[in-house]
T-cell receptor
């Protein structure tokens, strides 16, 4: 099992550009989570899905952020337009039924200049 | 979900047991206690969880007080690789509501 796979691992972009982060959850898992981590705010839950349906997106900071899960094996987090304050490490995690144990990817380090 | 309180940081000597406390005085009857850790630059890693009985696995032991208002994570023989931020999370796990949220955690430093 390759675990949760995120891409890219690092992304540097200019302010105003669109950024798309990608996540492939562990096969068979039906929960998927997106987190953002900064020194100032710690690890924040942005949104999570159950069976490809968004359950809670109250952590999404602004309308510039959107997340989709078109199928059980793929999810995206998009920022449009990006701003320097979006610079952070973004983690994706997945979990099986009952969501007892979540497995995290290695994260995408986003830098917006 | 119930709020948790953890010390900001702790130190432990290599080879000794590390005991990490967590207070969750407002925990309700159907909420579980979860522990995760995050080693520098990596994603968080699940360690253990429990409801009211003590639990043990290959990584750690979880001791929950009888009134469930606090718990202790025990790493029996800490190594340098156990240096990490440890998060105690209290959460109801049921239905499709599973809002796994992290606080500030405890930075455990294992010293040689």
């Amino acid at each position: 099992d390759a675990g949760v796979i995120q891409s890219p691992r690092h992304e540097v972009t200019e302010m105003g550009q669109e950024v798309t982060l990608r996540c492939k959850p562990i096969s068979g898992h039906d929960y998927l989570f997106w987190y953002r981590q900064t020194m100032m705010r710690g690890l924040e839950l942005l949104i999570y899905f159950n069976n490809n349906v968004p359950i809670d997106d109250s952590g999404m900071p602004e309308d510039r952020f959107s997340a989709k899960m078109p199928n059980a094996s793929f999810s995206t987090l998009k920022i449009q337009p990006s701003e320097p304050r979006d610079s952070a490490v973004y983690f994706c995690a997945s979990s099986g039924q009952g969501a007892v144990k979540a497995f995290f990817g290695q994260g995408t380090r986003l830098t917006v200049v | 979900d119930a709020k948790t309180t953890q010390p900001t940081s702790m130190d432990c000597a290599e080879g000794r047991a590390a005991n990490l406390p967590c207070n969750h005085s407002t925990i309700s009857g159907n909420e579980y206690v979860y522990w995760y850790r995050q080693i520098h630059s990596q994603g968080p890693q699940y360690i253990i969880h429990g409801l009211k009985n003590n639990e043990t696995n290959e990584m750690a032991s979880l001791i929950i007080t009888e009134d469930r208002k606090s718990s202790t994570l025990i790493l029996p023989h800490a190594t340098l690789r156990d240096t990490a931020v440890y998060y105690c999370i209290v959460m109801y796990s049921g239905g499709s509501n599973y809002k796994l949220t992290f606080g500030k955690g405890t930075l455990l430093t294992v010293n040689p």
